[in-house]
């Protein structure tokens, strides 16, 4: 389908009320698979980290890991919902090579925690998304489609599988329709994933990390004509691995579907791929044909009955939510509302935190992290953690630069040199020489070397005019590569031509 | 028949403990009479000679060095195919298993091992436990041992016609619908069916995970209860597993054995007393077993079960419903047959091409039906609806041990039947366990013990106990033997 004459998206909410809704993946950090003892870490050689249960083998059976259970209901909890005090798991039976079963073990009409909510904040005014259900289910392995264009299933001459992810332990919230925030919507969507994701990263359970898959989002999105009641058809996009995509996705699919339904055409119920280059989606499978999963108890399983004392326990030890956290954050760190919208709308709230912790004033930490770090960031459309400088990196940065060995150009170039990671910010310092030249001395030479160089220039500043300095002051800077310390030059100048400054 | 094959699991391990014989002379002489008699009999798919050997062998070494034996240590046996043994193939009678060798043992099979029992080798079925005659193998028919052209029984034929034909003196079989109790019966020995949870699962190769369950099949019912006591309590492994200790069936077989039932109360199931639907001549055995249940001092009493009428077609929509989803991982992808991976296929058709030529004709019938009844729309009226069948059941046997301690009822309506002599019609096929199915959809406990012959051939009677209460069954069955008799085929 041709996407070229889209509306613009002002016209497209004065036209259309966009409903969405958003069903979010989450890896748990369980020492152990879920229904087997097998480790969980990320990044092991292919099936390295398997066993007859997590392979499917015939005969194998499950066993229900309970760390993993206890992280559903905290999730649960957080969330508001209420923990069911029974409840089953089912088998969804489908074919694909990446599920050793071909059938995956989740939760159907019996999910371990339903009807909660999760406020979040959307320029400065709170939002209420309501939570349908959260329940655990076991992830799949891994295809790696070879041999075709796409990487996809479709034109590959080979698949390989890695068993090494399935059997993790995945929780899927999913939320109510989100109807009414109109032109808010992508947003919303952001905002609410972002929510999530500090929530579920406060309980300790996730390392809810977007850029390796353990946090995964699908985003349902429909649009409803001004003044119609019935909803539109939704359509499911997938393949949205950052914050940044939830919102283009839900924009893109948006606009997509305004422009299908401007010129007569019909929305399907279908999947659909999120290209995080071209920032738009394409058709995946049809919904209309789907599998019928034929859901049934899993009956290698006892049902769950998690105990009523147990729950209460679990909820009496919650951590406070991030954003009581943030708020407190806030009033520490002396912020404007505004201020502190900006530092949550770049995803650095944390980063902040532990850039402080490190050793850095609020000013400083803030300054790097929503300075040129976000702008890196958006330059390369990555998540602030992905760019490969850490807190405890700033902290030692801005340590250089408020002892004086740094100033501010050189931090930057400190810095790039730290993302690249050529090492921690002194190591990069030192291997490069870019240290400020504070050897006086040497500085005095280039001074005078600048002064002989511009006698009248030197001659208004001896007359007072000291505002002249400042073509010295470059002049040296030139001379020193930039690594002197500027006002220091300046005061050199003056105490050598016997100014005042 | 040597004499040490014929002889009973007790007194094997009793010669051995005594050094009257070793375990490598025992296993040697079973492996002797493999040799001599499977090629008629085809219990086996797979003989072990070194690996059970080697056992025998550590038993020996283990007894000159005056470590404790287990009570069953140096006495061989036979395992169905159905559960896995490590590095040891099993193919749970299909082709789409040819060639695997599990890298892991089933919970039942380690214990075997811990217990000091040489293993055999695997025994014949029908296709992943789907049939009543073992004609469903995909390897071909086992013979009984009364009869070379009539059928063992089954899925678990091959278990039950080694033990028959003195090819080993114990066996492993799996019971979901009767595949240990109904070949008992036709081959005239023992099979036990434990309390579902009783034995664990892990290792056993699904075919309806909330009924199947592993159990005994031996020539006596001592010797049942030995093995059962072998292979059950709890396992971590098995979520279904139950955490209580094994009910004392030993004890129980012994103290049957006495041949004194005074006080004990046995319900006639009324639905299963009519005898409609049962052969003349297996009806006469069993109620001649009856009055001798009565002479041994045994209430009988007639107790209705109204829902078990039901039984049958419930099981045939919730058994199904399971193994459909339970066989969907044999697809080619990770071990077993795959078939058309010729580069010009795509890994659908292969994966589709491998179940067509992998699947026998009954396997893919039931993976049809059960696709059928859990599909959407069609869930309520059939899974959904024979789940309540099945409480209506166990509230049945439930009430019914409020009036009796056991129910009895002959173990299945007909003799052993000629080969081919149904299997062109499903449903006659499926007759052979009506007298079985319901204590699987309850998950209690019954066992199989020979009470007579009709037209020269074994007839059974079933016993069938409260969950957990397998040492009653026991019990009986063995006050039943005292009574009776075992049989003894003819010479092959």
């Given at each position: 389908m041709s996407t070229t004459a889209l509306p613009t998206y002002e016209d497209v909410v004065a036209r259309y009320e966009p409903v969405i809704g958003l069903e979010t993946h989450v890896e748990l950090g369980t020492n152990t698979k879920m229904f087997c003892g097998c480790p969980t870490g990320f990044g092991a050689e292919p099936n390295t980290q398997v066993c007859p249960v997590c392979l499917g083998l015939p005969g194998s059976l499950p066993v229900a890991n309970k760390a993993a259970i206890e992280a559903t209901i905290r999730i649960g909890l957080a969330l508001n919902c209420s923990i069911a005090d029974w409840c089953r798991f089912a088998r969804k039976n489908y074919f694909y090579p990446d599920m050793p079963k071909n059938y995956q073990i989740s939760q159907y009409d019996e999910p371990l925690c339903v009807d909660g909510w999760l406020d979040v904040e959307v320029?400065?005014?709170?939002?209420?998304?309501?939570?349908?259900?959260?329940?655990?289910?076991?992830?799949?392995?891994?295809?790696?489609?070879?041999?075709g264009a796409t990487g996809r299933i479709h034109g590959a001459t080979e698949s390989l599988v890695d068993y090494n992810r399935a059997g993790i332990p995945l929780v899927e919230i999913v939320t109510k329709p989100i109807p009414g925030t109109g032109d808010r919507?992508?947003?919303?969507?952001?905002?609410?994933?972002?929510?999530?994701?500090?929530?579920?990263?406060?309980?300790?359970?996730?390392?809810?990390?977007?850029?390796?898959?353990?946090?995964?989002?699908?985003?349902?999105?429909?649009?409803?004509?001004?003044?119609?009641?019935?909803?539109?058809?939704?359509?499911?996009?997938?393949?949205?691995?950052?914050?940044?995509?939830?919102?283009?996705?839900?924009?893109?699919?948006?606009?997509?579907?305004?422009?299908?339904?401007?010129?007569?055409?019909?929305?399907?119920?279908?999947?659909?791929?999120?290209?995080?280059?071209?920032?738009?989606?394409?058709?995946?499978?049809?919904?209309?044909?789907?599998?019928?999963?034929r859901y049934f108890p899993e009956p290698d399983l006892v049902p769950l009955a998690p105990d009523a004392a147990w729950v209460a326990e679990l909820k009496a030890a919650l951590p406070e939510l991030p954003r009581v956290h943030r708020k407190r954050l806030q009033e520490q760190w002396g912020l404007t509302d505004h201020d502190m919208q900006s530092v949550v709308n770049a995803g650095a709230v944390e980063l902040i935190e532990q850039t402080i912790v490190a050793g850095t004033t609020p000013a400083g930490a803030r300054k790097w992290w929503l300075g040129e770090l976000a702008r890196r960031a958006n330059e390369s459309g990555a998540e602030l953690t992905a760019l490969g400088v850490t807190p405890a990196h700033v902290a030692e940065l801005q340590g250089l630069v408020d002892s004086g060995k740094l100033n501010d150009k050189l931090a930057r170039t400190v810095l790039e040199a730290v993302a690249a990671g050529e090492g921690t910010p002194t190591e990069v310092m030192t291997a490069k020489g870019l240290g400020v030249v504070s050897d006086t001395g040497a500085l005095t030479a280039a001074v005078d070397e600048a002064i002989a160089a511009n006698p009248d220039i030197a001659a208004k500043v001896r007359d007072g005019k000291v505002a002249a300095a400042g073509a010295l002051v470059g002049a040296v800077m030139k001379t020193t590569k930039g690594q002197a310390d500027a006002r220091t030059v300046r005061e050199l100048i003056l105490s050598r031509l016997g100014a005042q400054g | 028949m040597s004499e040490l094959t014929g002889m009973t699991a007790a007194q094997l391990a009793g010669l051995i403990a005594a050094g009257d014989t070793s375990a490598v002379e025992v296993t040697r002489a079973h492996l002797d009479r493999i040799a001599g008699v499977d090629e008629r009999v085809h219990a086996y798919l797979h003989v072990d000679a070194d690996g059970a050997l080697a056992a025998a062998q550590a038993v020996d070494t283990a007894r000159a060095a005056g470590q404790p034996l287990g009570p069953l240590a140096g006495v061989p046996i036979a395992v169905k195919d159905v559960v896995t043994t490590k590095g040891v193939p099993t193919t749970a009678g299909s082709k789409i298993l040819d060639g695997w060798r599990p890298p892991y043992d089933a919970t039942i099979v380690a214990r075997l091992r811990a217990a000091g029992m040489p293993i055999l080798g695997k025994t014949n079925m029908d296709e992943f436990a789907m049939g009543s005659s073992t004609e469903y193998s995909a390897y071909g028919p086992t013979y009984?041992?009364?009869?070379?052209?009539?059928?063992?029984?089954?899925?678990?034929?091959?278990?039950?016609?080694?033990?028959?034909?003195?090819?080993?003196?114990?066996?492993?079989?799996?019971?979901?619908?009767g595949s240990i109790r109904q070949p008992g019966a036709v081959t005239g020995t023992v099979g036990a069916k434990p309390t579902y949870g009783g034995t664990s699962r892990y290792g056993l190769i699904a075919f309806s995970s909330s009924l199947d369950t592993p159990g005994p099949c031996a020539r006596t019912v001592l010797d049942a209860a030995m093995l059962h006591e072998a292979i059950a309590g709890h396992d971590p492994r098995d979520s279904t597993s139950i955490p209580a200790a094994v009910p004392p069936v030993v004890e129980a077989a012994r103290a049957g054995a006495s041949g004194d039932l005074t006080g004990v109360r046995l319900g006639l199931v009324t639905q299963f007393a009519t005898g409609e639907g049962v052969e003349p001549g297996v009806l006469a055995a069993f109620r001649d077993a009856v009055d001798a249940l009565t002479k041994l001092g045994a209430e009988v009493v007639e107790v209705s079960c109204p829902h078990f009428d039901y039984a049958l077609p419930a099981y045939y929509l919730i058994a199904p419903s399971e193994c459909s989803s339970n066989l969907a991982r044999y697809d080619g992808v990770r071990y077993g047959l795959r078939s058309g991976d010729d580069g010009n296929r795509s890994l659908e058709e292969v994966m589709s091409l491998t179940r067509d030529q992998g699947f026998g004709p009954e396997v893919k019938r039931r993976i049809m039906l059960g696709t059928y009844a859990l599909s959407s729309g069609y869930y309520d009226a059939y899974y959904g609806q024979a789940q309540k069948v099945r409480t209506l059941i166990t509230r049945d046997f439930t009430a019914?041990?409020?009036?009796?301690?056991?129910?009895?009822?002959?173990?299945?309506?007909?003799?052993?039947?000629?080969?081919?002599?149904?299997?062109?019609?499903?449903?006659?096929?499926?007759?052979?366990?009506?007298?079985?199915?319901?204590?699987?959809?309850?998950?209690?406990?019954?066992?199989?013990?020979?009470?007579?012959?009709?037209?020269?051939?074994?007839?059974?009677?079933?016993?069938?106990?409260?969950?957990?209460?397998?040492?009653?069954?026991?019990?009986?069955?063995?006050?039943?033997?005292?009574?009776?008799?075992?049989?003894?085929?003819?010479?092959?």
């Open positions: 320029d400065g005014e709170l939002v209420r998304i309501g939570i349908e259900r959260v329940h655990l289910e076991e992830d799949t392995g891994k295809t790696l489609h070879v041999g919507a992508p947003q919303v969507a952001r905002a609410y994933v972002t929510e999530l994701r500090d929530v579920i990263r406060s309980l300790g359970v996730s390392d809810v990390r977007m850029e390796q898959g353990s946090l995964r989002c699908d985003v349902n999105t429909s649009l409803t004509p001004v003044g119609q009641t019935e909803w539109g058809t939704r359509t499911e996009t997938k393949n949205v691995n950052s914050l940044r995509s939830v919102e283009r996705a839900v924009r893109a699919e948006m606009l997509r579907q305004a422009s299908v339904l401007d010129t007569g055409g019909r929305i399907v119920q279908e999947t659909r791929h999120f290209h995080e280059d071209s920032g738009d989606t394409t058709s995946g499978r049809s919904k209309e044909t789907a599998t019928d999963y | 009984n041992p009364w009869d070379l052209t009539r059928i063992p029984g089954g899925s678990g034929g091959g278990s039950a016609a080694a033990v028959a034909g003195y090819e080993a003196p114990l066996a492993i079989g799996t019971d979901t619908g019914a041990f409020e009036q009796v301690d056991v129910l009895i009822s002959p173990t299945t309506p007909f003799v052993a039947f000629p080969l081919g002599a149904r299997t062109a019609d499903p449903y006659q096929m499926y007759l052979a366990d009506l007298f079985t199915i319901p204590t699987n959809l309850y998950g209690g406990p019954a066992i199989s013990v020979p009470c007579g012959l009709a037209d020269g051939l074994p007839v059974g009677l079933q016993v069938m106990a409260p969950t957990m209460a397998d040492d009653r069954m026991y019990r009986v069955a063995a006050a039943l033997e005292s009574a009776v008799g075992t049989l003894t085929p003819p010479e092959l």
